[in-house]
């Protein structure tokens, strides 16, 4: 059911323009009205933006008023009246995709790990200098939406699971973005947290829980980061697409919270609906990206016909050109694209980004930092050298024209009377192997071409022809689509090509490492085969681009050979993987390699990844392919492990208790390397506290529950209501593995003297708390603040409500000061549409992280109080 529009319609153009003073001669002046002036006085003129924009609205014609409502690419202004074109792009984490020439910034989930807002601030500078310097003018970012399950593709690119943390880096993301005169257009407003059937999803949840968890970044963004536009999202709640959402659109971003600016859709959002242009521009949607076309032929008809009125033509495109003017676009327009837009300063941010948001959740027997006399090192994984997952995909992605690897970083600051040692150990998680379900790739080192070499053999073919394309040596069977066109499968050019218009062929054979039962399956997207020794043993024909998977077992003995082939038809971006599971005591030979090589090391380091991407959300919280064979196989032969993960969410670690450290960097930038080695040798304090929960099992998370992720058919139950993230694990009395806000140093640090007073105004606080490193190290905290409401108000256990960040020398103290005020103390009431603070004691908790709150005071409030609904977040 939709909810409900209590308040109507808020704003309309005339309401707008008369709210902001504008002279009323200037609020419903016809297009003809007012003579052309060629001199644009509001160039370089010290009014408002909204004066601004309502002066060029009055001499503009109807034809422009759809123009500058509607994106083009190339984008075209309006030169007669010196309003710029307005070119959009993608970059949560800096200029995306395959734009070359950028500082490939760490992943916006590494910087919510800094707990940092100033940084946050210096972060979002370098996306407006970049941007803007390629020729951008709107950027899409940052991600607000907030991490309801840990599977979800794009985790990457948000600020975790709290409200509170999303909105305040969101809020100085933004500021940073907006200080480089361009437009920030902070995503995805709102529900948006999965991919699975994102185009037609339904998410079923409650006003509350909206009001209270999934839209206070948002507002944050708006009313703290003065964000000047908001792009709308795929998802419909309750029954209304969120980009023809008359409640949320209109009711609360630009009723309750006066959002001044330009609401944009998500790439064609609005036409996934079958929304007409009447639904939309009615609904709240002011701008409309290229070649959706609902704004042309479709709303001037609407406007024609009187189901869309002229006032709200005028206040769609009053937003437009008020956007431009807030973001200084006309005085300072966006030039050409320059070659190259990172610069020496830019990297440094990102390198910061990268050293202070690296998470350090153990350390036993402070095996790091590593000493300067560490001379003997072994280094594992795909993911330190020849696979290094540095950013995530595709539309928060970004290009790096160079990356310092780890394995680079660790050597360099080693030096050179250190042996570094490397081993890739597994194959690399590459996106297509990362996305697919079932068992770890059939390892290189058990595969022969029929010449001898390791791997198998494939053959690539156009259709039914029998001559392929290409051939090459496969370590596996492990392909997608993008390789496809890589080698040139896809006849006249298609991309991606009609259903089995290519085919591949893998030959050769395998031999088995050991005795014993083995299990092995195919998984593919596209009509596959298999035979083993002449018989078959697998056949898929998935349908509607699903993958399918088949197993079979096998019972081998050590050293036997058997034939393999493998043929498909995978097109259409498809997908295929060859997977197994040995035999238990039986070890993957290139694990058993890595084990021997790390025996005899001082210190062995081994790197995990994953993969998070826009389009597909994880299959599974395990980390992907034999990695974690890997580490456990490492760790059992070296006391002295060191595991590294860069992933983009949460990760099961079945071999937690073997790994004396743990360090998480999550997807760390072009300066990874640098990055690592500094954390790993202590030039750096690791300074990164978790904006996620790491759950200790796959089936005690908030969604675990089918119907809550991934849904039922296109229906999605919010059903955990308030108890997203580490409030549910707190509810429910659950242990994670690692809680949200944890992460060591390498210095330690004592809280005491916590001292809460009242300050004037009933719900306003003062919190003060001594902070003192009590090590020998300088070395950085996050003091964490938590609220505890009284029972009455059925809020979860404890909710963050304030963080400060400290950096001491060993001994020192620091008084770290923070402050609560009403909306703090106030949940939403839907019964009575406000914010409400219930009388009775409240207890607030100090502490660094949601499970280590040692120290505690009361406060009490002494009556009700109620909020409006546009009251401030703090």
């Not at 994984?381 to 790096?400: D, E, F, H, L, N």
């Not at 043993?537 to 058997?562: I, N, Y």
Request: glycine share 10%; aromatic share 6%; with cysteine.
């Amino acid at each position: 059911m939709a909810l409900s529009r209590r308040r109507g319609r808020r704003v309309l153009a005339s309401l707008v323009v008369a709210a902001v003073g504008v002279p009323l001669a200037l609020q419903f002046a016809s297009p003809g009205s007012a003579a052309v002036d060629p001199a644009c006085p509001w160039v370089g003129s010290a009014s408002s933006p909204d004066v601004k924009a309502a002066q060029v609205l009055a001499r503009m014609t109807q034809d422009e008023k759809f123009q500058v409502i509607t994106a083009s690419r190339p984008p075209t202004g309006i030169p007669r009246l010196c309003i710029p074109g307005v070119y959009q792009q993608g970059g949560p984490g800096g200029v995306n995709q395959t734009v070359k020439g950028v500082t490939q910034l760490p992943a916006p989930l590494g910087l919510a790990a800094t707990f940092d807002t100033g940084l946050a601030e210096q972060y979002g500078a370098v996306i407006g200098a970049e941007e803007r310097a390629k020729g951008v003018s709107m950027v899409g970012a940052p991600t607000l939406n907030i991490d309801r399950t840990p599977l979800h593709g794009r985790n990457y690119e948000t600020y975790g699971e709290d409200p509170a943390l999303a909105g305040a880096l969101g809020a100085s993301t933004i500021q940073g973005i907006q200080s480089q005169d361009i437009i920030a257009m902070v995503k995805h407003y709102a529900v948006y947290n999965q991919q699975t059937n994102r185009f037609t999803l339904n998410a079923t949840v409650d006003e509350r829980v909206i009001r209270e968890i999934y839209l206070p970044a948002f507002e944050d963004a708006i009313k703290n980061g003065g964000a000047n536009a908001v792009m709308c999202s795929y998802t419909s709640i309750n029954g209304e697409a969120a980009c023809g959402n008359d409640w949320l659109l209109n009711d609360v971003l630009k009723g309750d919270w006066s959002f001044p600016g330009v609401v944009a859709p998500d790439w064609g959002a609005h036409t996934r609906h079958n929304l007409t242009a009447e639904q939309v521009a009615n609904g709240g949607l002011d701008y409309e990206i290229p070649s959706a076309n609902v704004f042309n032929t479709p709303l001037r008809n609407a406007v024609a016909n009187g189901q869309v009125s002229q006032a709200r033509l005028d206040e769609m495109a009053f937003r437009a050109l008020r956007a431009i003017f807030a973001a200084g676009l006309v005085d300072n327009p966006v030039g050409t694209a320059q070659p190259v837009a990172t610069t020496p300063e830019n990297q440094a941010v990102g390198r910061a980004t990268a050293e202070q948001g690296t998470v350090l959740l153990k350390n036993d027997k402070d095996v790091l930092p590593l000493r300067n006399q560490t001379r003997n090192i072994a280094v594992f994984g795909p993911g330190a050298s020849t696979y290094p997952i540095t950013t995530g995909g595709p539309s928060a992605g970004v290009a790096a024209d160079s990356i310092v690897t780890p394995l680079d970083g660790i050597k360099s600051r080693a030096g050179s009377s250190a042996s570094v040692r490397y081993l890739e150990g597994v194959e690399p998680v590459t996106p297509h192997n990362a996305l697919l379900p079932g068992l770890p790739n059939v390892p290189q080192s058990t595969l022969t071409t029929p010449d001898g070499k390791p791997g198998l053999q494939g053959a690539y073919f156009n259709g039914d022809a029998t001559t392929p394309v290409a051939t090459r040596v496969d370590r596996s069977v492990n392909f997608d689509w993008a390789q496809g066109r890589a080698l040139g499968l896809y006849p006249n050019g298609q991309n991606p090509p009609p259903a089995g218009t290519n085919r591949q062929e893998w030959t050769g054979t395998f031999t088995a490492p050991g005795n014993g039962n083995y299990t092995f399956d195919i998984t593919a997207t596209g009509a596959t085969q298999v035979t083993v020794d002449g018989v078959q043993v697998a056949s898929v024909t998935p349908t509607g681009g699903a993958a399918q998977t088949q197993s079979w077992t096998a019972k081998l003995k050590a050293g036997s050979t058997h034939t393999v082939k493998i043929s498909s038809r995978i097109a259409n971006s498809g997908q295929i993987k060859f997977g197994w599971q040995p035999p238990k005591g039986v070890v993957d030979p290139e694990v058993a390699s890595a084990a021997r090589a790390a025996k005899d090391a001082d210190v062995a380091i081994v790197f995990a990844t994953d993969w998070g991407t826009e389009w597909n959300d994880r299959p599974a919280l395990n980390l992907p392919g034999n990695q974690d064979a890997l580490i456990a196989a490492v760790a059992k032969a070296n006391k002295n492990t060191i595991v590294v993960l860069n992933t983009g969410g949460p990760v099961l670690m079945p071999w937690v208790d073997d790994a004396r450290a743990i360090l998480e960097g999550w997807y760390a930038g072009q300066s990874a390397g640098t990055a690592i080695a500094s954390v790993l040798w202590g030039d750096t304090d690791p300074a990164g506290r978790l904006p996620i929960t790491f759950p200790a099992r796959a089936d005690k998370t908030p969604t675990s529950d089918p119907a809550r992720f991934p849904g039922i058919g296109d229906e999605v139950s919010y059903g955990e209501g308030l108890q997203v993230g580490y409030r549910w694990y707190d509810a429910q009395q659950v242990k994670p593995l690692f809680p949200f806000g944890h992460g060591l140093s390498y210095t330690d640090f004592k809280l005491r003297d916590l001292q809460v007073t009242n300050l004037p105004g009933e719900g306003n606080v003062a919190v003060n708390v001594d902070v003192t490193n009590t090590g020998k190290r300088t070395g950085t905290q996050v003091v964490q603040l938590y609220l505890t409401t009284p029972a009455s108000a059925g809020e979860p256990p404890r909710q963050l409500r304030a963080f400060a960040k400290v950096t001491l020398g060993p001994g020192k103290t620091e008084q770290v000061a923070m402050t609560l005020d009403p909306r703090d103390f106030a949940y939403w009431n839907s019964d009575a549409d406000t914010w409400q603070v219930d009388p009775g004691r409240y207890t607030v908790k100090v502490g660094t992280s949601s499970r280590d709150l040692p120290l505690s005071a009361q406060v009490t409030v002494k009556s009700r109080l109620t909020l409006p609904a546009s009251s401030p977040v703090n």
